[in-house]
């Protein structure tokens, strides 16, 4: 186990060195492996075996045979190379998403001859589903199981084509990055619209925290949330309308780290998360104050994903994307 | 769990199943494809979802019942039979568990090796290209199954120009790969003996002669033996039991000495001539030869009565190097020949012993009274028939004064039957007697029809051949049973080829046919290290040893990059034009510094980001900054300028300068 350990981190750095981090990759000889699969094996046996039969019955048809198929396996070790190499991988963004979820790392593949058949996964991550490749597009999955940065590690990507004698395949790093925002988790904390001891008792009124009261229709535009719009006057055909909500009292919720009930930084961080989203599905006024950073109150999808970002990140500091173009 | 196993698969499966296993039907026992058709039963039932799929232990057991089964009934066949017996029920019991992609690779291979099996007893050319189809066959179940994104029409075009493209190296190691002797001796396939056999009853010959089969093929380094003179001696007969004749031990002795590799050594005298058999497989040791004859560096052994065994049988068309010294005489004789050679039952055929001691009290020597018995079969009124009445319990009497009917055993029997009453060695010898000439393919062929029987008397110190036939019959001897017999030859086979002959155009199209038979049988399937040899010293001339090797590796490179080649296409790799290498070579040189060009910028914004960004050597910075921006303006002239053939080679000259001054 240890051996293995050793090697498996040499071939790490070895890696490295050899296929480094790139979004946008080409396999070509330098970066491409290639060996044959137990099928290749057995049919290299068979090949000897057919050999050794020819030989000691002296008959030169089944040796004939034997060197046809020795020289299938040949071609097949150029033809399999031949199919991978030229194959370029360019990775998109991936999206945020929560931790414990299910996160799609899309990658565009592009080949000129189209002729083999890739099959793609990652290498580090247990397999949760199975990848989607539709024409050129790829998507892999893997499942991001805590907040922050999460690297899924080098994309595999094999082929067996043409008869499965040969299995080649790259391990590329696509300088994936995706964050993952902590997983919500619901408090039955009632949200206060205090901003804080500063403000005194300006603000205790609890009851009207997070409510919102219906002001009256506005004309949409695009970008609002759907869940504001006015359904019932667009299926009139009154066209598309919003409806407009006004707090009953101005005053914004602050989130503050200190409130939150859970034991530790990251559960408390998740009760924020799932704060944040109670938040924003009501369209209330909010700002998060976590230590060393404050988000001043504002509502909306961009308001929402500063407040998941800086949640995700609390505490992290930002890696470089080292190499990554 | 099956999602891999679709519906053209299956029928890939049962397609190379059933071709491979009917390909071999005449050698696989009826109960496999009663297994088989319950196996694929069972298969289209998981297939249609009635059935579930056997447990690992139904498929063990079932397993060890079927070879238990199978050994039981197929075990006296022989190791062979069992062994192959044994791949097939694999092959069939891998219906039962078709659950991963790995099962189907084990089937291939299984397939695979039961095409070979199937060219240790088909050697024809269509059975040498249906061997093929079956192997690409099997090799199209693997593209199924691996390439199953690409339509059936283009996997069938992708795997033709697979197996096209390896033909070429196929062939130079099939052509220039020393072949190694037998490493070590492997089970015969079991098969009926064909041609001549141990025993011969007066019957016997007659019946191999209705048979048109081809026993073998010769050709001559000089001369052809003139008709007469083709005696293919197979084997003596040397002890007569009343109702056939047959082997004595010490002969039997003697084969199995000469089989084990035992050579009767002679001194052999006069001009050598060499020729070539290619023998049709008998599954028997025997090797016809042309006395006296030896093997040549191959395993045919010389006994003491001349004739010649290989040490296996001869279970493929094999071709036999063999030397004859015509002029070497038959002197070999012992005490226990001597009596051996001269015995008889006690008893019977009363009147040719009558009629032998008659012979004997006359005055005149041996060989007179040798000629007396022979013309005795001209004079009378024998005849020479395919079909003889059949003869009683007294054989001899019953011919020589009854019927008088025969075939060369009668003849022959009776002949040697006589001498051995006169007192005198004498011994049958059976064979082939003729064989036709193709004066262009320049091979001999020799039928099973033209098998013959004749007399060997020991006289004047040696054996002397007697062919009491040629008496009765001498156009048997000079022209062949055809002409002999025109009324009884291959009367039961009236749609025979040899017959319609008569026809020039049908006998073109069958020398054609025999010709190009004969030269697969030469260069293929016997093509060995002399043949090899032939053909380098054909084509590239004088070769040692050592210049052989080279010549291997040589034309192995030659192939491999021939194959390189034609996979790559590195002439379709797009060409690099002159100021894209130059801008390849400005990157390369501040890789390490700046980075490299990334995706989108511009060759203007890379050079404007070198401006900024690059560590330049203090003194020449300034110029070097100016040279970039003017590097970057040429390139894009070059690139999308509309320039004439003059400017654009200056435009060039000045990239390179430029790009000497960064």
Same mark, same amino acid.
Request: aromatic share 12%; proline share 4%; glycine share 6%.
């Given at each position: 186990?240890?051996?293995?350990?050793?090697?498996?981190s040499?071939?790490?750095?070895?890696?490295?060195?050899?296929?480094?981090?790139?979004?946008?990759?080409?396999?070509?000889?330098?970066?491409l492996?290639? =060996?044959?699969?137990?099928?290749?094996?057995?049919?290299?046996?068979?090949?000897?075996?057919?050999?050794?039969?020819?030989t000691?019955?002296?008959?030169?048809?089944?040796?004939?045979?034997?060197?046809?198929?020795?020289?299938?396996?040949?071609?097949?070790?150029?033809?399999?190379?031949?199919?991978?190499s030229?194959?370029?991988?360019?990775?998109?963004?991936?999206?945020?998403?929560?931790?414990?979820?299910?996160?799609?790392?899309?990658?565009?593949?592009?080949?000129?001859?189209?002729?083999?058949?890739?099959?793609?996964?990652?290498?580090?991550?247990?397999?949760?589903?199975?990848?989607?490749?539709?024409?050129?597009?790829?998507?892999?999955y893997?499942?991001a199981?805590?907040?922050?940065?999460?690297?899924?590690?080098?994309?595999?990507?094999?082929?067996?084509?043409?008869?499965?004698?040969?299995?080649?395949w790259?391990?590329?790093? =696509?300088?994936?990055?995706?964050?993952?925002?902590?997983?919500?988790?619901?408090?039955?904390?009632?949200l206060?619209?205090?901003?804080?001891?500063q403000?005194?008792?300006?603000?205790?009124?609890?009851?009207?925290a997070?409510?919102?009261?219906?002001?009256?229709?506005?004309?949409?535009?695009?970008?609002?949330?759907?869940?504001?719009v006015?359904?019932?006057?667009?299926?009139?055909?009154?066209?598309?309308?919003s409806?407009?909500?006004?707090?009953?009292?101005?005053?914004?919720?602050?989130?503050?780290?200190?409130?939150q009930?859970?034991?530790? =930084?990251?559960?408390?961080?998740?009760?924020?998360?799932?704060?944040?989203?109670?938040?924003?599905?009501?369209?209330?006024?909010?700002?998060?104050?976590?230590?060393?950073?404050n988000?001043?109150?504002?509502?909306?999808?961009?308001?929402?994903?500063?407040?998941?970002?800086?949640?995700?990140?609390?505490?992290?500091?930002?890696?470089?994307?080292? !190499?990554?173009? | 769990?099956?999602?891999?196993?679709?519906?053209?698969?299956?029928?890939?499966?049962?397609?190379?199943?059933?071709?491979?296993?009917?390909?071999?039907?005449?050698?696989?026992?009826?109960?496999?494809?009663?297994?088989?058709?319950l196996?694929?039963?069972?298969?289209?039932?998981?297939?249609?979802?009635?059935?579930?799929?056997?447990?690992?232990?139904?498929n063990?057991?079932?397993?060890?019942?079927?070879?238990?089964?199978?050994?039981?009934?197929?075990?006296?066949?022989?190791?062979f039979?069992?062994?192959?017996?044994?791949?097939?029920?694999?092959?069939?019991?891998?219906?039962?568990?078709?659950?991963?992609?790995?099962?189907?690779?084990?089937?291939?291979?299984?397939?695979?090796?039961?095409?070979?099996?199937?060219?240790?007893?088909?050697?024809?050319?269509?059975?040498?290209?249906?061997?093929?189809?079956?192997?690409?066959l099997?090799?199209?179940?693997a593209?199924?199954?691996?390439?199953?994104?690409?339509?059936?029409?283009?996997?069938?075009?992708?795997?033709?120009?697979?197996?096209?493209?390896?033909?070429?190296?196929?062939?130079?190691?099939?052509?220039?790969?020393?072949?190694?002797?037998?490493?070590?001796?492997?089970?015969?396939?079991?098969?009926?003996?064909?041609?001549?056999?141990?025993?011969v009853?007066?019957?016997?010959?007659?019946?191999?002669s209705?048979?048109?089969?081809l026993?073998?093929?010769a050709?001559?380094?000089?001369?052809?033996?003139?008709?007469?003179?083709?005696?293919?001696?197979?084997?003596t007969?040397?002890?007569?039991?009343?109702?056939?004749?047959?082997?004595?031990?010490?002969?039997?002795?003697?084969?199995?000495?000469?089989?084990?590799? !035992?050579?009767?050594?002679?001194?052999?005298q006069?001009?050598?001539?060499?020729?070539?058999?290619?023998?049709?497989?008998?599954?028997?040791?025997?090797?016809?030869?042309?006395?006296?004859?030896?093997?040549?560096?191959?395993?045919?052994?010389?006994?003491?009565?001349?004739?010649?065994?290989?040490?296996?049988p001869?279970?493929?068309?094999?071709?036999?190097?063999?030397?004859?010294?015509?002029?070497?005489?038959?002197?070999?004789?012992d005490?226990?020949?001597?009596?051996?050679?001269?015995?008889?039952?006690?008893?019977?055929?009363?009147?040719?012993?009558?009629?032998?001691?008659?012979l004997?009290?006359?005055?005149?020597?041996?060989?007179?009274?040798?000629?007396?018995?022979?013309q005795?079969?001209?004079?009378?009124?024998?005849?020479?028939?395919?079909k003889?009445?059949?003869?009683?319990p007294?054989?001899?009497?019953?011919?020589?004064?009854?019927?008088?009917?025969?075939?060369?055993?009668?003849?022959?029997?009776?002949?040697?039957?006589?001498?051995?009453?006169?007192?005198?060695?004498?011994?049958?010898?059976?064979?082939?007697? !003729?064989?036709?000439?193709?004066?262009?393919?320049?091979?001999?062929?020799?039928?099973?029809?033209?098998?013959?029987a004749?007399?060997?008397?020991? =006289?004047?110190?040696?054996?002397?051949?007697?062919?009491?036939?040629?008496?009765?019959?001498?156009?048997?001897v000079?022209?062949?049973l055809?002409?002999?017999?025109?009324?009884?030859?291959?009367?039961?086979?009236?749609?025979?080829?040899?017959?319609?002959?008569?026809?020039?155009?049908?006998?073109?199209?069958?020398?054609?046919?025999?010709?190009?038979?004969?030269?697969?049988a030469?260069w293929?399937?016997?093509?060995d290290n002399?043949?090899?040899?032939?053909?380098?010293?054909r084509?590239?001339?004088?070769?040692?040893?050592?210049?052989?090797?080279?010549?291997?590796?040589?034309?192995?490179?030659?192939?491999?990059?021939?194959?390189?080649?034609?996979?790559?296409?590195?002439?379709?790799?797009?060409?690099?034009?002159?100021?894209?290498?130059?801008l390849l070579?400005?990157q390369?040189?501040?890789?390490?510094?700046?980075g490299e060009?990334?995706q989108?910028?511009t060759?203007?914004?890379?050079?404007?980001?070198?401006?900024?960004?690059a560590?330049?050597?203090?003194?020449?910075?300034?110029?070097?900054?100016?040279?970039?921006?003017?590097?970057?303006?040429?390139?894009?002239?070059?690139?999308?300028a509309?320039?004439?053939?003059q400017?654009?080679?200056?435009?060039?000259?000045?990239?390179?300068?430029?790009?000497?001054?960064?």
């Open positions: 186990m240890q051996t293995h350990q050793w090697f498996s040499r071939f790490e750095r070895w890696l490295q060195r050899h296929v480094p981090a790139r979004s946008h990759i080409v396999l070509n000889r330098k970066n492996f290639i =060996l044959p699969t137990w099928f290749g094996v057995t049919y290299l046996v068979t090949c000897f075996t057919l050999f050794l039969l020819g000691n019955y002296q008959n030169n048809l089944i040796l004939f045979l034997s060197f046809l198929l020795s020289s299938v396996f040949v071609s097949c070790l150029l033809l399999s190379h031949k199919n991978m030229g194959l370029a991988l360019e990775a998109a963004e991936p999206e945020p998403q929560f931790a414990e979820q299910v996160m799609a790392f899309p990658v565009k593949i592009q080949h000129s001859a189209e002729q083999g058949q890739f099959y793609f996964s990652l290498q580090k991550q247990p397999h949760v589903l199975d990848p989607v490749i539709k024409g050129q597009q790829v998507v892999v893997a499942k199981c805590h907040r922050g940065y999460f690297k899924p590690g080098r994309l595999t990507v094999y082929s067996l084509f043409p008869l499965g004698l040969f299995r080649v790259s391990h590329v790093d =696509l300088g994936w990055q995706g964050l993952v925002y902590p997983k919500p988790i619901e408090t039955n904390l009632v206060d619209s205090d901003a804080g001891d403000q005194g008792d300006l603000g205790r009124s609890r009851a009207k997070g409510f919102d009261e219906f002001a009256g229709l506005k004309t949409y535009q695009v970008g609002e949330s759907l869940k504001s006015a359904w019932k006057q667009l299926a009139q055909g009154r066209g598309w309308h409806k407009a909500f006004e707090q009953a009292q101005g005053a914004p919720v602050w989130l503050t780290l200190n409130e009930t859970g034991r530790d =930084l990251e559960t408390k961080l998740s009760q924020l998360t799932s704060q944040v989203l109670q938040l924003d599905e009501q369209n209330a006024l909010y700002g998060l104050r976590l230590s060393g950073q988000i001043t109150p504002a509502q909306g999808p961009s308001h929402k994903l500063a407040c998941l970002t800086a949640l995700a990140t609390y505490g992290l500091t930002a890696p470089t994307k080292a !190499g990554v173009n | 769990m099956e999602t891999f196993l679709k519906r053209h698969h299956l029928l890939l499966i049962l397609l190379c199943y059933f071709t491979t296993t009917f390909s071999l039907f005449a050698q696989i026992h009826w109960l496999i494809f009663v297994l088989a058709l196996c694929i039963g069972w298969r289209l039932g998981i297939y249609f979802g009635r059935l579930a799929a056997p447990s690992v232990m139904v063990r057991l079932a397993a060890i019942l079927g070879a238990a089964l199978l050994m039981g009934v197929v075990f006296s066949q022989g190791l039979s069992a062994m192959m017996h044994l791949i097939v029920l694999g092959y069939t019991l891998k219906f039962l568990e078709l659950s991963a992609r790995r099962d189907i690779n084990v089937f291939i291979c299984t397939g695979l090796v039961l095409v070979a099996v199937f060219y240790v007893f088909e050697t024809s050319i269509l059975m040498a290209l249906w061997g093929m189809v079956l192997a690409v099997h090799l199209a179940l593209m199924s199954l691996y390439s199953a994104h690409l339509s059936q029409h283009r996997q069938a075009k992708y795997l033709g120009r697979l197996v096209l493209v390896s033909l070429p190296l196929a062939l130079l190691l099939f052509l220039l790969l020393p072949r190694l002797p037998p490493m070590w001796k492997l089970p015969l396939q079991n098969q009926a003996k064909t041609g001549l056999s141990d025993t009853n007066p019957g016997d010959i007659a019946e191999l209705r048979s048109s089969e026993a073998f093929r050709s001559f380094a000089a001369e052809v033996p003139a008709p007469n003179e083709r005696y293919w001696r197979v084997m007969l040397d002890q007569y039991q009343g109702n056939q004749w047959s082997q004595s031990q010490s002969i039997k002795n003697a084969i199995d000495v000469a089989q084990r590799g !035992g050579h009767f050594n002679i001194e052999m006069g001009v050598m001539q060499a020729y070539e058999l290619i023998l049709e497989p008998s599954y028997q040791t025997w090797v016809p030869s042309l006395a006296v004859s030896q093997g040549r560096a191959n395993r045919a052994n010389l006994m003491a009565n001349y004739t010649l065994r290989n040490e296996i001869i279970g493929q068309r094999t071709m036999l190097r063999l030397q004859q010294f015509a002029d070497t005489k038959m002197h070999y004789i005490l226990t020949m001597a009596r051996q050679n001269t015995l008889l039952p006690n008893t019977g055929n009363e009147q040719t012993r009558a009629w032998a001691a008659q004997a009290a006359q005055s005149g020597s041996t060989q007179q009274k040798i000629n007396q018995v022979l005795r079969f001209t004079g009378e009124r024998f005849s020479y028939t395919l003889p009445p059949p003869l009683g007294q054989q001899i009497d019953d011919f020589l004064f009854g019927t008088q009917a025969g075939f060369c055993v009668h003849y022959a029997g009776s002949f040697v039957y006589i001498m051995r009453l006169l007192g005198i060695p004498a011994r049958m010898v059976t064979g082939y007697q !003729g064989g036709e000439w193709d004066p262009e393919g320049g091979f001999l062929t020799v039928r099973q029809y033209d098998a013959h004749w007399a060997e008397v020991y =006289l004047d110190g040696r054996w002397q051949r007697f062919d009491p036939t040629a008496f009765v019959a001498p156009e048997r000079e022209q062949g055809e002409l002999a017999l025109p009324n009884e030859f291959l009367a039961d086979d009236p749609l025979s080829l040899l017959k319609l002959r008569s026809n020039p155009m049908l006998n073109q199209l069958y020398l054609a046919m025999a010709q190009f038979d004969y030269l697969w030469v293929v399937l016997n093509y002399q043949k090899q040899f032939e053909l380098i010293k084509w590239f001339g004088e070769v040692d040893f050592f210049g052989q090797i080279w010549l291997f590796i040589g034309l192995f490179v030659a192939t491999i990059v021939f194959m390189l080649l034609w996979h790559l296409k590195p002439w379709q790799r797009v060409r690099l034009s002159v100021e894209d290498k130059l070579r400005l390369k040189r501040f890789k390490a510094n700046v060009r990334q989108g910028e060759v203007t914004d890379y050079c404007l980001r070198l401006r900024e960004e560590d330049f050597s203090p003194q020449l910075a300034a110029q070097q900054r100016a040279n970039l921006l003017k590097f970057a303006q040429c390139y894009n002239a070059l690139k999308y509309p320039l004439r053939e400017q654009r080679q200056e435009t060039l000259d000045q990239l390179r300068q430029l790009l000497r001054g960064i």
